[in-house]
Structures are given as structure tokens and as C-alpha cells.
């Protein structure tokens, strides 16, 4: 099985991995925050026998903070740090609030100027629709090659 990986993608590993996990996630899901310890683990377990590719989902009733997070999430990983603001963000997820968000952009070095403006003008933020689930999928989905 091919999985389709474009240039906008969020990538942890060596891209020639013989393992794939693709998370459709949502960075505010109770969920997906456990998931994200267990993915840990897992990258640990399987060095770099694993490549974790991780896509904003969000639920059908989307919270303003969780595309807050995302955002934040593309702000900082058009600074290459897209990485540390995820691992921050799971990790403080209890307290998830926009001067939070802009709090964890500075923590982890992130210039968040460019987020005061992205949620207002927020035609200007992209994520992937190739391979999107269907958008009434309730809980997050796995997808391992």
C-alpha cells in the first residue's frame, strides 16, 4: 500500500520507513492526547523503523480553540518547529486557551506574531484534503501501511 505524502505534511522519522502511522488528529481530542503518549512510546520502541505523519482533523462541531491549535501548530512549523509547539500543546492540553497557545509559541521559540492574525484571516491557513476521512468520522482514525 502507497501512501500519498505531500510537501505540507507533518513528518517524524525517515521517510523511507517500512512502518507508516498517519494520524488524522485534533489537537484539542482527549483522545488523540492519549494517543499521542502511546505514539511516544511507540517512535522509541521503533527508532527509525517508523515514519508518524500527523494531519489536522477536526470534529464536525469544531471548537474555535482547536483550530486555534492548529493554527499555532502551522505558525510554528512555518519556523521548522512544528514539532515542538505539537509535543507542547498535548502535552498542556487541560489548559488550552489562545494566551496559552501564544505562551507555548514563545516556550518553545516561535515568533506567534503571524498567529494574531491567521485565526482572523483564516482563508490563509491550508491542510491536506487528499487523503482526508470522511468528515463524519466521529473519533480519530489510524492509518498504517
Known sequence: MSIYIP??????GAVSAPVVVVEYGDLLCPHCGDCYVEMKILHEMLGGHLLFVFRHFFPFNLCSIS?????????AGAQRKFWYMHDIIFENQRYLSR??????????????????????????????????????LDEQR????
Open 7 to 12: 510537501y505540507f505534511d507533518h513528518l517524524s
Open 67 to 75: 483550530l486555534d491549535a492548529a493554527v499555532a501548530c502551522e505558525v
Open 99 to 136: 494566551s496559552a497557545l501564544s505562551r507555548f509559541g514563545s516556550e518553545v521559540g516561535v515568533d506567534m506574531s503571524p498567529f494574531k492574525d491567521t485565526r482572523t484571516n483564516i482563508n490563509h491557513f491550508e491542510y491536506n484534503t487528499t487523503e482526508r476521512p470522511s468528515r463524519n
Open 142 to 145: 489510524w492509518f498504517i501501511r
